[in-house]
């Protein structure tokens, strides 16, 4: 009965793997960073982001200007004032100074989800493009070469899908 259990177990397994042998895998690559570069749309989202930023900062160095407006005031003033006058010009400065920095975190913050969302149409474009081509093309696995972190240590018989996935968003560059 043991002998039987394991006969049929490396029946299988011999079976299993000489159906994976035969399965042939193909290999291609291609740079999502020079994809990125080119893709339509990509120009307008940096339009938008930088007309956008160009509002923050105006609105930020409103506030610095304002702040600065205050605090040579006070310099200006403070030997004529009394101590609790002092003390709230003081804290009304240093409260303008956190109200700055909570709106640059914001901002900042702010400014790279409007990225992310400007961008997440474009880049399911891409995505989508990769993959109708590597199903057409019959590729198991598609590497991103873009990265230096160890992406792809090596390849083999790797094709670089750029130029099909071009001619799939209709790109001539």
């Known amino acids: 009965m043991k002998k039987t259990l394991i ?12 159906s994976y042998a035969q399965k042939t895998v193909k290999l291609g690559h291609i740079n999502s960073s020079d994809l990125m570069q080119i893709m339509p749309g990509k120009d307008s989202v940096q339009t938008v982001l930088e007309k956008e930023v160009a509002d923050l900062e105006a609105q930020l160095n409103d506030m610095k200007a304002e702040m600065e407006k205050r605090y040579n005031e006070y310099i200006e003033k403070q030997s004529q004032m009394s101590d609790l006058i002092k003390r709230t010009k003081q804290q009304e400065i240093q ?3 956190n109200r700055i920095e909570v709106f640059q975190q914001n901002a900042q913050k702010q400014m ?16 989508k493009a990769i993959e109708d081509v590597a199903k057409e093309n019959g590729y198991s696995y598609i590497f991103d070469t873009s990265t230096n972190v160890g992406a792809v240590l090596y390849q083999q018989d790797s094709d670089d899908i750029m130029p099909l996935v071009k001619k799939k968003l209709g790109l001539s560059k």
């Open 7 to 18: 006969l049929m177990a490396f029946a299988i397994i011999a079976f299993c793997g000489s």
């Open 95 to 97: 409260d303008m100074g």
């Open 112 to 127: 790279q989800e409007r990225q992310e969302a400007l961008l997440q149409p474009i880049i399911d474009r891409a995505k």
